[in-house]
């Protein structure tokens, strides 16, 4: 059951086969896995429950209620890159735009000899990506949720004569209401909170929303329970303590919090845990039609291209909210007032390349992810490249004007032809106002544990019965919307736990 947290004033004490600590994509799976399996499964969620009731259309409360640091995390290096991760139960897929895809192939294969992963298989994969596909009813956008902002881009792409197709997402009669970043306010999303977390929780899982989890409890090299905080869900202020015992702990708490529970736990993987960070670092373009957009009607990301798959890149349509967007406008006072009521001619296309850069993940002196990243120039040079193609499938929609959101590039462009200086200067990569919500690698997965954290079946190298289980193992980017391979990978890795302490 979904347990009432605000009562717990006292401290407690519970025992079960399996802690899991986190209840997105990645924590969600386990628990329903291993529960079905007939383990008994306890969840530790830091965020409060998310109702459909919660959606908005106003993101400032939304985001400070439901989001990681207010919605505000940003990476720092030599430019800044906004992060975001939900702290709810479901975790980031209530916030996220549905869209289900498995990694490819090839990049399996690279890590499976770059990173002498020789237990994992194309194969078996498939079978996960299939289960979690018919589970969460993944299919094509279809035509009537789709609206004008992605039809647009649909247009763009075939007048190029580029790839060009209906992204496949997670729901069921999807309104396109494009409120996807305030939670989906009829429910049609797929998302954790209502379809793996129910299940787990029929299956008998107990789920204590608003539990921080402080640390994982070892004895000598094997981890035997979990302690966290219990906190006030309006306060956020700790009320009392809960202590786990479990035969196993599964850590699925993202990519920013999973390495600093191992660290705090005492793991640090040879200087691994908190390194390697990785991200699809994204940015968008946009246009301006003569026609109405409004883009707050239709799926808020329902159309892609595979172009530039082959560079490690996609191109998607892309909306959030207004006010969250148009921050992005040229001018300030009567100016910045004018392109406002010009607001519903806008459509976006965003690019987000597999990236080469690395970053950091530490504990700051808040106890939040302190997150540091350098953004190389080969990356900034491919963002530049994809932008540039957003730019062209916009004028090639019919654009009369395109933002590309580029400084030392014109800020609003009026031509296609204007786009080519995308390519013939080379921008750094503060030019660029990323976002990177694809984020990998603090607690990477590999054969050898000088170089890797987590072995093949996301055991701890250091520490026996201690899993870790979100996209902090991947070693690298995978270039597709990570959700499903997040979700596969920890299938495979729950029936392995069923197999072994059941
Ligand atoms: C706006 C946005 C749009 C996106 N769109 C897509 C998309 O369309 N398709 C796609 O594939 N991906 C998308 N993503 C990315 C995707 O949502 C994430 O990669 C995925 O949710 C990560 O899953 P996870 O289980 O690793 O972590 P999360 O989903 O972040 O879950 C981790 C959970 O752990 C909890 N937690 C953290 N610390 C603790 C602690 N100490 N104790 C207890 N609990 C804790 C958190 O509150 C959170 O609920 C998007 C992301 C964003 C932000």
Redesign the pocket.
Known sequence: MIHDTENLRSDQIRTADVCV???????AVVAKELAEKGLSVIV????PRLHHSNSTREPGSFLSRFL?QGGLRAMLGNTFVAS?????IG???E??????KPMPDAILKEWIENYGLTDLSVQEMHGHYQAIEAELNVRPSEAEALGPKNLVMKRGLEKLGWDSHPLSRAVVNCEGASDC?TACPSGAKRTMSVTYIPKASRAGADIYPS???RYVLREGKRAVGVR?DILHPKTRKPQAEMTVYAKAVVV????M?SPI?LRRSGIKGNGWVGRNLCAHIGTAAFGMFDEEINGWWGAT?GWGSNEFFHRGMVLEALWSPPAVLATRLPGVGHEYLRELKGFKHYAMVATKPRGVSRGRVVEGLNGQPFCTFRVKQEDADETAMGLKACVDTLFAAGAKRVLPGVYGAPWVMEKPEDSNVLLKKRFPASSFEFVA??VFGTCRMGSNPRESVVGSWSEVHSCKDLFVC??SIFPTGIVN????T?MAFSRRTAHHIAERYA
């Open positions: 600590i986190g209840s997105g994509p990645g924590g530790l969620e830091s965020g990681q975001m991760q939900a702290e709810a975790g980031t897929s916030v996220n735009s549905a869209i289900l970043l539990c921080r989890a966290a699925s708490a993202g990519v919090w529970l990301q919500n694809h979100d996209s919307n990570p959700q499903e997040i």
